[in-house]
């Protein structure tokens, strides 16, 4: 492939993410199985009320480790467009934080690579979390 | 003198999004965690914390360079 | 659970399908995951060009056994809704065929629910499926 | 005689809609099959065919009555 980043496409955005926009940038006539993945806003974490999230990015290092898994995701499972957009800011209770979307010939790497991504991309993106609750906030994985 | 940038958790408890440290260049990203935990001892408290070092994470050995950009990644949350 | 379709949405149509009214089916302030599958007309099968495929349903024993499989999936993987699309009739290469879409309070569990329903699909609901190619037609699956 | 709706590939091989058979109130889903596969031997080179009754996928145990829909499920291709 002649860009290592041919069809891809990885966002970090501070307003609303676009399902319809990811699945138009990764549909294409030879591919039969799309698979998207979207993670909202929870109410509740570990029994306690949420009332919103605040997600801080490393933006230009964000963006480069986005971009790194969704290159390695369509290497490894064969996918023909990756679309991975992620939100910083305040995000309200059933707001979207992240989108992933994946097209491929046949649906089962579909599947496989859009986990990939979601599970990568918590391991690896300096992206940041805070909680805030009627009692107070604090950022989530940072203490034992 | 070098700027460090801090994110998350780490900007509480640097108590702003930069932290100074002296004499870094030349030493290895090991040093410089090591100097972190003894300024700032609540660095230790954190289930982990990585150093970015030109927007790429450094492991141990790497060493320090003049104008480099060094970043303290708490553990991350995104999704 | 009182009503045993409750937060099943299963559609067999006739017109186009939209992920996005999928995706608003299943969303809901307690699930932080929502994963979809969409199946597209590919242009190429077993090597040879597609022009288009026509899909003929046995409508309400597809709706029922469509039915089944959102139920069982939504029990099995303690999902929190199903929205399950299928579209009968003619086909352009691109266009969908069918949509599915689970939220859950977790990601693991959708990614498995909403795979689940697709090979299951594949393998119970009577819908078939005729592919049209420059030089004739024929049932998919038919003969060995 | 009784009416057993035809789909797909079925409606290819039956000429049709519909097929028709006699004798088969009483008789199990297993001898409807093999009256079909002497009236109609394509359905033999299918890779297979299950048999609904009521809208419902039907055992070769299970006996007709007067008033059963029957149709024939060639293989299915959904998705």
Same mark, same amino acid.
């Given at each position: ?15 609303? /993410? $676009? ?10 006539? $030879? ?6 993945? #979207?993670? *909202? ?13 605040? +997600? ?8 480069? #480790? ?24 305040? /995000?309200?209770?059933? #707001? *979207? ?5 994946? $097209? $491929? ?10 986990? +990939?991504?979601?599970?990568? /991309? ?10 805030y609750r009627a009692d107070g906030s604090h950022w989530l994985?940072?203490?034992? | ?29 090991? !040093? ?12 230790? !408290?954190l289930v982990s914390f990585a150093i970015a070092r030109n927007?790429?994470?450094?492991? =141990?050995? !790497?060493?320090?360079?003049?104008? =480099? ?11």
């Amino acid at each position: 492939m002649a860009d290592p980043n041919d069809h891809i496409d990885v966002q970090l955005s501070a307003t609303a /993410l $676009s399902l319809q926009v990811c699945r138009d940038f990764v549909v294409h006539p $030879s591919c039969g199985g799309l698979c998207f993945f #979207e993670g *909202t806003i929870r109410d509740l974490n570990l029994g306690a009320t949420v009332t919103h999230l605040e +997600f801080e990015a490393y933006a230009p290092m964000a963006v480069k #480790e986005m971009t790194k898994i969704a290159v390695a995701a369509r290497n490894d499972f064969g996918l023909h467009a990756v679309a991975l957009h992620h939100r910083t800011g305040d /995000l309200a209770i059933g #707001e *979207t934080a992240v989108i992933i979307a994946v $097209s $491929s010939v046949h649906r089962k790497p579909a599947f496989e690579g859009c986990e +990939f991504i979601i599970d990568e /991309l918590k391991k690896t993106v300096p992206i940041w979390k805070r909680e805030y609750r009627a009692d107070g906030s604090h950022w989530l994985n940072a203490h034992p | 003198m070098m700027k460090i940038q801090c994110f998350g958790v780490a900007r509480d408890i640097a108590g702003g999004p930069y932290l100074t440290l002296d004499q870094l260049e030349g030493r290895s990203v090991a !040093e410089l965690r090591q100097a972190l935990l003894r300024t700032y001892p609540a660095f230790g !408290e954190l289930v982990s914390f990585a150093i970015a070092r030109n927007e790429e994470y450094a492991s =141990d050995e !790497e060493r320090i360079e003049a104008g =480099d950009q060094l970043v303290i990644i708490p553990p991350v949350a995104g999704g």
